[in-house]
């Protein structure tokens, strides 16, 4: 299974992979993804004083497959839990009463590999493979693509959330590992009004095709949120894969690290050719001095971790201290000799609401090698709470805080 999946990587990413094999001849490293284990009877997670986590519910596991399983979610108006299944290609929603969770139905099925789902204002947006379903909250029969044609292959996968102002916020991941893209919508975070009409860092006028890029260089941003009390907008991305730090070196597996980035319209945040504190890649160099002029990341997490989600926590009933953080899931490596990630961490932000650093939140879901979990989003509960997704186990977590 491990084998079909590096070749299936391999095919998708050939691009980048084919300069990345021949600036770098010597691998040295072996690819491995946790392997997997059934999950326990009774939850072994590690979590702070005074919190909780119980299974709030059951959906379809994915032992080792890609993009299948329960991946983001939202909530509406009345606390129900949305949660998109990927490639199992619907959208469930968790109906909920008092709280708690009293039915789970199958709200939209005969999707494309929806992964990004957002509540706004009586409706909810299926952000699937290429387009963007608009979808009435109170019928779900009643729908339209506001947004089509969308990048496929690749990192196809989309997020989408509604940001301040009412603008939809999308993510377009990269065609490929390394690669200077021929599409200049990939590897961006997209900006639509919410009728679906690009509204980019850019403003276009005549003749020129409307631009919807608010910001570039990310190779996957898959989880953003805005900052309760400065409303700056924050994501999570993913670098790239088989990395050296010098030319034609070994793939060092401590590069390059994960981001955690302010996002600001019309930036450029390295990639393809730059990584941490703007460290340029000695095995795919760009123009002279380019990356001085991109953005550094925030935070930096521990290598190929994979931050997906993530939320900040100020409409929890979580310690005050925390209500100015944010929660980001690392859903885990697959591709490096020692395994990181398989666990949520804080990001903690200071006084001045600057993030400062991370540390672990909750871990558990890979033991000795083995992993029976690999979390996805974070959502806030309406009553305090704090919804974690699993891909890999199928289940959707309920993290509560009943006081030290």
Known sequence: MLLNFIANFFKKFALGLSF????????????????????PSQLNLSVPPGFSIEIYAKLEPCESCFITGPRMMATDDEGNLFVAMGKHNKV?????????????????????IPNGIAYHK????????????????????DKKIIIKNLAT?????????????????????????????????????????????????????????????????????????????TKKMYATNNGSDMRSSKKNGPVNDELPPEHFNEILPGEHYGWPYCWGNQFSDPNFEG???????????????????????????????????MKNDAVVALHGSWNRKEFSGYKLVLVEFDDNHKPIGYRNFITGWLSNGSAWGRPVDVVQSHDGGLFVSDDRSGYIYKITFKGK
């Open 153 to 229: 292959g690749g990192h196809t996968t989309k997020t989408i959330k509604i940001g301040p102002g009412d603008f939809i916020y999308l993510n377009v991941g990269s065609s490929c590992n390394v690669c200077v893209e021929n599409d200049p919508s990939r590897a961006t975070i997209q900006r639509y009004t919410l009728d679906g009409k690009p509204e980019g860092a850019i403003k276009t006028f005549g003749r020129h095709k409307p631009d919807a890029t608010w910001a570039k260089g990310l190779r996957n941003s898959q989880g953003f949120d805005w900052h309760p009390n």
């Open 122 to 141: 009586g409706y909810i947006y299926v952000a699937n493979e290429d387009h963007v379903l608009k979808v009435s909250q109170k019928n779900p029969n």
């Open 287 to 321: 123009p002279q001095n380019f990356c001085t002029t991109t953005k550094g990341p925030d935070v930096m997490f521990t290598s190929h971790s994979t931050p997906i989600g993530m939320t900040f926590l100020n409409k929890t009933n979580f310690p005050n201290e």
């Open 92 to 112: 469930y929603k968790i109906e909920v009463s008092n709280n708690i969770n009293v039915n789970t139905v199958t709200w939209l099925e005969d999707l494309n």
């Open 20 to 39: 990345t094999l021949v600036l770098i001849p010597n691998l040295g490293c072996a690819y491995n993804s946790a392997s997997y284990s059934p999950p």
